[in-house]
T-cell receptor
């Protein structure tokens, strides 16, 4: 059974650009959550989607957005990139909210 | 509100037991999790416990939950060098099941 797949694995972007990250959950999982991991702030929750609806949102500026498609795949977008957005972005999927969350390998974003 | 605290470092000898501790503040926590992260990788779910349980054992892993003190621990028996990693404690709260609040992570170093 395939795990959570995140693409791309690595990205380098310039300040001011925008970026889109993709997450394909485990087959049958309908909940997808996104997290940002940095050395300074640790793991922080960005948002959660379930059945194409955002159910929960963390304390991030509006430059961070996401969506979920009917096949449960999710994308997150960061506009007007800042140096501080450099991080490992992790996606997690669940069969239902409340049960085990399985994480992908992450996308390492570097903003220069 | 949610807040999860962990000690930052733990060093043990191969073959010894490791005990990683975590405290949480939210009294309505429903699920408490332990994740492992190896360098350059995503998060691997090790085990989880419901907040109405006191203990859970899974092979070399034992989780103990003290609800009164809001203290969670992960014991790894017969620790091996391959167990060297960062271990994260996390909670999901009430109806916000899709949101995990993580501790800072404990860096476990296993010496031969």
């Amino acid at each position: 059974k395939a795990g959570v797949t995140q693409t791309p694995r690595y990205l380098i972007k310039t300040r001011g650009q925008q970026v889109t990250l993709s997450c394909s959950p485990i087959s049958g999982h309908r909940s997808v959550s996104w997290y940002q991991q940095t050395p300074g702030q640790g793991l922080q929750f960005l948002f959660e989607y379930f059945s194409e609806t955002q159910r929960n949102k963390g304390n991030f500026p509006g430059r961070f957005s996401g969506r979920q498609f009917s096949n449960s795949r999710s994308e997150m977008n960061v506009s007007t990139l800042e140096l501080g957005d450099s991080a490992l972005y992790l996606c997690a999927s669940r069969r239902n909210p409340g049960l085990e969350a399985f994480f992908g390998q992450g996308t390492r974003l570097t903003v220069v | 509100g949610e807040d999860v605290e962990q000690s930052l470092f733990l060093s043990v000898r191969e073959g010894d037991s490791s005990v990683i501790n975590c405290t949480y503040t939210d009294s309505s926590s429903t699920y408490l999790y332990w994740y492992k992260q190896e360098p350059g990788a995503g998060l691997q779910l090790l085990t989880y416990i419901f907040s109405n349980m006191d203990m859970k054992q899974d092979q070399r892993l034992t989780v103990l939950l003290n609800k009164k003190d809001k203290h969670l621990s992960l014991r790894i028996a017969d620790t091996q060098t391959g167990d060297s990693a960062i271990y994260f404690c996390a909670e999901s709260v009430g109806t916000s099941y899709g949101k995990l609040t993580f501790g800072q992570g404990t860096i476990l170093t296993v010496h031969p």
